[in-house]
């Protein structure tokens, strides 16, 4: 997709954005969706990538979503929208395939030529520019932001200023690799979201092995079993006590909707935490379609005597340590505490994801509410301050719940934040959806 530059020339009047997004995921990209069928609203939406991108480096052919199609950008806050995965698919002629497939979770490809589809249709998209620092003018009740273009980091002509009423973070997380694994990252030592990038250097190596037991880590795992050669030993662990599904039954569903949400934002923040360490298999499983394939794929290649698959839950990675051929893996056993060395020439991190430092809030610390971790404090409405004008997307979890990560929850959450900038209830929420009482 061509990317639309800023214009440069001087105004006569400074402009100020109703709206200003930094960071054009998923998230924000359906912020831009909703935001454009809601009149003089003036909103701009900026990322320091040159073009949308979703996990580039795990786009299998055979990945799917964890999520339903209806779960997209835009649906289920705005079922007539010309943004939906439906009017996607009747746009690309392939509307007809997808009934014809009944298969309602899409080819993770697919989805994200979704979105470079929708964000073709915006006018309010602007990438390649990178925020450096917003601050707040008290005088005027406005943000001015200091952004600068990626291509041209060192031309001073390429910085400008941006002013806003109000703001939303959508930078999205950061892959997060354990600290004994730091020292020895490299091309044989790498986290799973750089697997596409990384595979090269791994083909024909005799042994891999994969740490992490969540989606991503599942799907690597079974690319592995199906790319490599038989005589390559791969071996699987998880510190968790088994690879688990994660739970699509339609109690668990309900509780990534707002009622859960209200339910779990009045508890006390010590309550929260232990909650959320126990609800792992409610957003860190593994598709159920997903173990079958794989244990469907290690039954047959046992059939035909291969003996060097090994899976090893209870695991616990503490050390890496390099040799001269290869590496060693420390582990202690979560259940026996007994320590365990193994070792292999490649190792794959699938060791999940933590939410990204925004360094150009700095100016604005003492508008923003922290708690003791040094966490966003996160008001109902999605606001970290106290003029309901400065807004997150994901980096709720540790106050909202588990779903704050959940692509489904994308548009009630933009639903919310739009509401709160508009004074009104633009777009209506659907309240009160649950039949459990939390």
């Given at each position: 997709?061509?990317?639309?530059?800023?214009?440069?020339?001087?105004?006569?009047?400074?402009?100020?954005?109703?709206?200003?997004?930094?960071?054009?995921?998923?998230?924000?990209?359906?912020?831009a969706?909703?935001?454009?069928?809601?009149?003089?609203?003036?909103?701009?939406?900026?990322d320091e990538k040159k073009s949308f991108q979703w996990h580039p480096g795990l786009l299998l052919p055979s990945a799917r979503m964890q999520v339903p199609f209806y779960a997209d950008l835009?649906?289920?806050?705005?079922?007539?929208?010309?943004?939906?995965?439906?009017?996607?698919?009747?746009?690309?002629?392939?509307?007809?395939?997808f009934a014809i497939l009944e298969n309602n979770f899409p080819k993770r490809m697919e989805y994200l030529d979704y979105c470079n589809w929708a964000a073709s249709l915006l006018e309010t998209l602007r990438f390649g520019w990178r925020c450096e620092k917003i601050c707040f003018n008290k005088e005027e009740n406005i943000y001015e932001m200091v952004?600068?273009?990626?291509?041209?980091?060192?031309?001073?002509?390429?910085?400008l200023s941006l002013f806003a009423r109000h703001i939303v973070m959508g930078?999205?997380?950061?892959?997060?690799?354990?600290?004994?694994?730091?020292?020895?990252?490299?091309?044989?030592?790498?986290?799973?979201?750089?697997y596409l990038f990384k595979i090269r250097w791994i083909t024909g190596l005799k042994s891999i092995s994969v740490i992490g037991s969540g989606q991503s880590g599942a799907e690597i795992f079974q690319d592995?079993?199906?790319?490599?050669?038989?005589e390559i030993e791969l071996n699987w662990f998880t510190r968790n006590a088994e690879f688990f599904p994660m739970d699509y039954?339609?109690?668990?569903?309900?509780?990534?909707?707002?009622?859960?949400?209200?339910y779990f934002f009045s508890l006390p923040a010590d309550q929260k935490k232990s909650i959320l360490k126990s609800q792992n298999h409610l957003y860190k499983g593994i598709n159920a379609s997903l173990i079958r394939e794989i244990y469907e794929d290690l039954d047959f290649q046992s059939l035909r005597g291969r003996k060097n698959l090994h899976l090893y839950p209870n695991m616990e990675l503490y050390e890496i340590v390099p040799q001269s051929d290869g590496h060693n893996l420390k582990f202690r056993h979560t259940r026996t505490g007994r320590a365990e060395e193994f070792r292999t020439k490649a190792i794959i991190l699938s060791t999940g994801y933590r939410n990204t430092r925004a360094d150009f809030l700095s100016p604005l610390r003492n508008l923003i509410r922290y708690d003791d971790a040094g966490q966003f404090i996160v008001n109902r409405n999605y606001s970290i301050d106290g003029r309901n004008s400065l807004f997150v997307q994901n980096a709720e979890a540790h106050t909202h719940g588990f779903n704050a990560s959940d692509l489904g929850l994308g548009p009630y959450r933009?639903?919310?934040?739009?509401?709160?900038?508009?004074?009104?209830?633009?777009?209506?929420?659907e309240r009160k959806i649950s039949f459990q009482h939390y």
């Open positions: 997709m061509q990317n639309k530059s800023i214009d440069l020339r001087p105004e006569r009047k400074k402009r100020i954005y109703d709206l200003v997004g930094i960071g054009i995921g998923p998230f924000n990209l359906g912020l969706c909703m935001s454009d069928s809601v009149e003089n609203l003036d909103a701009l939406f900026i835009i649906t289920l806050a705005d079922p007539m929208s010309k943004f939906t995965y439906i009017n996607y698919l009747h746009a690309k002629q392939r509307l007809f395939h952004i600068r273009e990626t291509s041209a980091s060192e031309i001073p002509e390429k910085k930078i999205g997380s950061q892959a997060y690799l354990p600290p004994c694994a730091e020292k020895d990252r490299g091309n044989t030592v790498f986290h799973g979201s750089e592995l079993l199906q790319r490599m050669e038989p039954s339609s109690f668990a569903l309900e509780m990534a909707g707002p009622d859960y949400i209200d933009n639903a919310v934040i739009l509401n709160t900038i508009l004074g009104k209830e633009h777009f209506q929420v």
